[in-house]
């Protein structure tokens, strides 16, 4: 069974600029969720979307945003790019239920 | 607000065993997790807790005490693999926050022969 995958692997970026992430989650699962990740701050929770839904979201400001398609697949937005922005920006997808959350490989953002 | 201690840094020998600690203020609780994360790589699971008491997978044991907001990731027969970051997350206590996960800073376990 593939696991979580995300794309790009690493992306470069300036301030200003937007980016869209790419997120395909384990077969049969309907959930996907985003984090941040930064020696700083750790793991951060960005939002969750489920069944095309955001069902949950963190304390990021709007510049962050997600959608999820039918297929479960999602992405996330980030506009106006800030050098504050660099990170690893993982997907996790699940099942319901007591099941844990499944972890892509991550994309490295880097802003100059 | 919620909030997620564990140690930053533990240095253990290979063969040993190591007990990584995590404690949690929470308003509520749905279960924490225990994830490995190596270098540069993606988190992958260990555990989850959500009833008192010891869980075992292996050389990997995970323990939860709900009333102390304490659990605790023990790890046997070390090996030099073993050294990742270990991160400790609860579930998100509000309703629908089931997927929604509040992780500790991790703990950076090195073991050395």
């Known amino acids: 069974k593939a696991g979580v995958t995300q794309t790009p692997r690493y992306l470069i970026k300036t301030r200003g600029q937007q980016v869209t992430l790419s997120c395909s989650p384990i077969?049969?699962?309907?959930?996907v969720s985003w984090y941040q990740q930064t020696p700083g701050q750790g793991l951060q929770f960005l939002f969750e979307?489920?069944?095309?839904?955001?069902?949950n979201k963190g304390n990021f400001p709007g510049r962050f945003s997600g959608r999820q398609f039918s297929n479960s697949r999602s992405e996330m937005n980030v506009s106006t790019l800030e050098l504050g922005d660099s990170a690893l920006y993982l997907c996790a997808s699940s099942t319901e239920g007591n099941q844990p959350q499944h972890f892509g490989d991550g994309t490295r953002l880097s802003i100059l | 607000g919620q909030n997620i201690d564990q140690p930053t840094e533990m240095t253990a020998t290979e063969g040993a065993i190591v007990q990584i600690n995590c404690t949690y203020q929470t308003s509520g609780f749905n279960g924490l997790f225990w994830y490995q994360q190596h270098a540069g790589e993606a988190p992958t699971f260990l555990s989850y807790?959500?009833?008192?008491g010891l869980e075992e997978k292996g050389r990997f044991s995970s323990f939860l005490s709900r009333s102390k907001g304490y659990s605790y990731l023990l790890l046997k027969e070390l090996q030099m693999k073993d050294s990742a970051s270990y991160l400790c997350?609860?579930?998100?206590?509000?309703?629908?926050?089931?997927?929604?996960?509040?992780f500790g800073a991790g703990t950076r376990l090195a073991v050395h022969p």
């Open positions: 997350a609860v579930r998100d206590p509000d309703k629908g926050g089931y997927n929604k996960l509040i």
């Open positions: 979307y489920f069944s095309e839904t955001q069902r």
């Open positions: 077969s049969g699962h309907r959930s």
């Open positions: 807790n959500v009833l008192d």
